[in-house]
């Protein structure tokens, strides 16, 4: 082989090894920003991971909101109708949360199956439900019929 093709090989071999190595790093990046979606049901059943940011949704359960007296510590239970889970969040709540209204938390589930939630999203009007949580509630035929 010549000099020159052989220079040319070695840059082209440094590209595709550059090319690689940002691939990598980007796909690297993206797998640590993935927040899946759960439902109670899922988060219930073992389908969820631990130790894993996770986003789960559903709707506040009626009279399960605790909040601690001396602190922001807030705990309350979310439900697909056909499982529950409990969800602890230290923070303020967003204002328009509410028992019997959609949301979704991102957080990490610990040992016992609470998810540990470092942030707590809900709805921004009276008519929106995050798709994610109307689909969940679609499937166990539990979607709140809409009025007017």
């Not at 090319?19 to 899922?42: C, E, H, R």
């Not at 359960?61 to 439900?79: A, H, I, P, Y």
């Not at 409990?86 to 923070?91: A, E, F, L, S």
């Amino acid at each position: 082989m010549n000099p020159v093709r052989k220079k040319r090989l070695y840059i082209i071999l440094a590209i595709l090894a550059g090319v690689g190595v940002a691939v990598a790093l980007a796909l690297s990046a993206l797998q640590q920003n993935i927040n899946l979606f759960y439902t109670p049901t899922q988060i219930a059943n073992g389908e969820a991971p631990q130790d894993t940011r996770i986003r789960a949704g559903g709707m506040v359960e009626k009279g399960s909101v605790q909040r601690s007296g001396n602190s922001l510590d807030v705990q309350f239970v979310v439900t697909d109708f056909a499982k529950s889970v409990t969800i602890r969040y230290h923070g303020i709540l967003p204002d328009l949360f509410r028992e019997g209204q959609g949301i979704v938390a991102l957080g990490k589930l610990n040992g016992d199956g609470v998810l540990v939630a470092d942030e707590v999203l809900a709805k921004h009007d009276e008519n929106y439900m995050p798709p994610e949580v109307t689909k969940a509630l679609k499937e166990s035929g539990q979607l709140p019929k809409k009025e007017g």
